[in-house]
């Protein structure tokens, strides 16, 4: 039995949180992968959407393998401290969460479908934590750009919970909010999965299937 520190467990206020610093994290412009930009500017038409799901290594490669993707890239957001470390962020004194910027196309992929694997890729009522890995930096959470994008977020959320509760699952913790500031993680973690194929990845989805999207290369 492990144990795992209280403080790591929720959120620190703004006044306990680290101070961080003004320098912003040096990251390559270009997905390793895909080969595309992973910093602004992006292509007219690309849309942009922020996903927290635990471990930002796998939850990045489940979105760069999506059709209609255009990029992604993992950071810290939805907490107090700027321009955090890895190390500080993990800490549990930042208040940020380990997130998926995802760059789109919305011509090839619905926000909803986006949605889908989202909700599949991991387990929502597990709070700050996701499986094995524990602390705030590993909640569930969606920040949404648009109003558009909140809406949808909380109708995905809302039918989820439903067929969840029916399978035996407890509440969704997820956090649906604005999209905060969204800070680059240090360049060895940007699509980690890829540069380390037998890297840890502490995904796995309940099994459960998400009542919307549907994945496909181009819409009709």
């Known amino acids: 039995m492990f144990f795992t520190d209280p403080r790591k467990l929720k959120i620190p206020t703004k006044e306990e949180a680290l101070p961080g610093r003004t320098e912003r994290m ?3 412009e270009v997905h390793f992968v ?3 930009r992973i910093v602004a500017p992006f292509p007219s038409g690309i849309e942009r959407a922020m996903f927290g799901m635990g471990c930002f290594w796998g939850a990045e490669k489940q979105f760069w393998l999506c059709d209609g993707v255009y990029s992604t890239a993992v950071g810290y957001a939805a907490g107090h401290t700027p321009n955090p ?3 500080e962020v993990c800490s549990g004194r930042t208040g940020h969460n380990e997130v998926v910027l995802v760059a789109y196309d919305p011509k090839q992929v619905r926000y909803e479908d986006l949605l889908r694997t989202f909700w599949e890729g991991h387990n929502p009522t597990e709070g700050m934590r996701q499986g094995a890995d524990v602390g705030t930096q590993y909640r569930s959470g969606i920040y949404c750009f648009t109003a558009a994008q909140k809406q ?3 109708d995905s959320l809302n039918a989820y919970q439903t067929v969840l509760r029916s399978a035996g ?3 969704i913790t997820t956090e649906v909010l604005e999209a905060p500031e969204f800070y680059y993680a240090e360049a060895y973690h940007q699509q980690y999965l ?3 194929p037998d890297g840890y990845c502490g995904h796995g989805g ?3 299937a998400c009542p ?3 994945k496909r290369s181009s819409l009709g």
């Open 206 to 208: 309940t099994g459960v």
């Open 85 to 87: 470390s890895y190390h």
């Open 26 to 28: 040096k990251v390559p």
């Open 194 to 196: 890829a540069k380390n």
């Open 34 to 36: 895909s080969g595309h």
């Open 212 to 214: 919307i999207g549907i």
């Open 152 to 154: 949808a977020a909380n």
């Open 169 to 171: 699952y407890g509440p």
